[in-house]
Structures are given as C-alpha cells and as structure tokens.
C-alpha cells in the first residue's frame, strides 16, 4: 500500500478554513484517498474519500491534484470541535488495507 | 443506527490477569474489525471478521490474545496473562461489506486498558 506523508500538528483560527496536505506520491492507479479523524478519547471516524475527482460532503472538500500525488482536505469553517488528530490514508477499497499513520493534530484556536 | 458501542470504556488490571472486551456492532454490519491504539500513534489492525468467520490475524496478535464473534454479531476479545506492553487503547470498528469497493469503517470509543 500507498504510505503517506503529513505534518504532525497546524493550528487554525476559529471560523477560518482549515487545509490539511497529504502527500502520497507512491499511490497506485486504483488506490482511493480517505481521511478519518479521531477526536480525543474517541474511535476515529470518517470524513470522506475520493479517487481522482474532487469531492464534497457535508463535513469537508477533498482536493486531490492531477497527478493524484497530493491531496488537500479542506474545512471550510473551522469549529473548536475540529479539534482532532486527522489520519490521510490509501487503500483500494477494504478496510483491512487501511493503514493508519500519526497523522495531523489539527487545532482550532478561538 | 445506535453506533458501535464497546464495554468496559476502562479496565485496570494486574500484570498477569485475564480480561475480555466486548464490542456490540452496528446491527446490520457484517465486518467487524479490532484494533489497538498507542499514545501518540494510530489504530494498528490487529484482526478482523466477516460475519462470524475471523479472516485474518495480524502477526501483533499474539497467542495470549483471542477474539470471538459467535454467530456474526457481538464480538469479545479476549487479552490471558496481560503484561505491561498490552497497556492501550482497543478499538472496534464495524462496516457494512456489499458491492461497492469502498468500505466505511464506523469506530466504537475504545476500551482503555492498564496494566499494573
């Protein structure tokens, strides 16, 4: 499976958008790009996913570049209850091949 | 849709016990997945079943450690002889398999485990 890079911590105004890079240079043509978060003491819970097309949902946007090497996931009105560590993760679609990482704590500042 | 539950939210043990976790699916899933957390890390797979056949182990799953889901539904898992290292979060997570090929996996709150 596709690793993937992201930074260990951002910080984001109450509000304001929240963007959250994710490299996966090494992802394979038919590997989907899927973010979860976890707020503290809880499961982690999923947030979207997409192949090569942007996609919306009610929680957030994903972007993910031409070349499908990065992806942006983007709140686009940041709440104190975003406060999470945010996971990008690669996988052709079971769950059993999602591998989570250290992903991004994500905090939101009043 | 009540969500994934698990029992106990906490459990402090001594070195040495026995403990079970219990992890009640959301009803109509057929997969149901176990992982552990560390601080600072994230969830690492440790086994998974398809209704109430346990398709894989992963090789961090030891032989003092056992899960169950009789008759595809609840599933409990089991931790003989704990020692200090077992110390973490388990998670449960379940999801509904069906033709589509992206799988959504819906997470309980974990049980926190200690060993003293």
């Known amino acids: 499976d596709a690793k993937t890079t992201q930074p260990p911590s951002m910080d984001c105004a109450e509000g304001r958008a929240a963007n959250l890079p994710c490299n996966h240079s090494?992802?394979?043509?038919?590997?989907?790009v899927y973010w979860y978060r976890q707020i503290h003491s809880q499961g982690p819970q999923y947030i979207i996913h997409?192949?090569?097309n942007n996609e919306t949902n009610e929680m957030a946007s994903l972007i993910i570049t031409e070349d499908r090497k990065s992806s942006t996931l983007i709140l686009p009105h940041a709440t104190l209850r975003d406060t999470a560590v945010y996971y990008c993760?690669?996988?052709?679609?079971?769950?059993?091949?999602?591998?989570f990482g250290s992903g991004t704590q994500l905090t939101v500042l009043p | 849709d009540t969500g994934v539950s698990q029992d106990p939210r906490h459990k402090i043990t001594k070195r040495g016990q026995n403990v079970t976790f219990r992890c009640d699916p959301i009803?109509?899933?057929?997969?149901l997945y176990w992982y552990r957390q560390t601080l600072g890390q994230g969830p690492e797979f440790l086994t998974y079943?398809?209704?109430?056949?346990?398709?894989?182990k992963s090789r961090l799953l030891s032989d003092r450690f056992s899960a169950e889901r009789p008759k595809g539904s609840f599933s409990t898992l089991e931790i003989q002889r704990t020692e200090q290292g077992d110390s973490a979060m388990y998670l449960c997570?379940?999801?509904?398999?069906?033709?589509?090929?992206?799988?959504?996996?819906?997470f309980g709150s974990g049980t926190q485990l200690s060993v003293l």
């Open positions: 997570a379940s999801s509904l398999v069906s033709r589509g090929p992206n799988e959504k996996l819906f």
């Open positions: 090494t992802i394979s043509g038919n590997e989907y």
């Open positions: 997409g192949l090569k």
């Open positions: 993760i690669v996988g052709s679609g079971s769950a059993r091949q999602l591998t």
């Open positions: 009803s109509e899933h057929n997969r």
């Open positions: 079943f398809q209704n109430e056949a346990q398709l894989e």
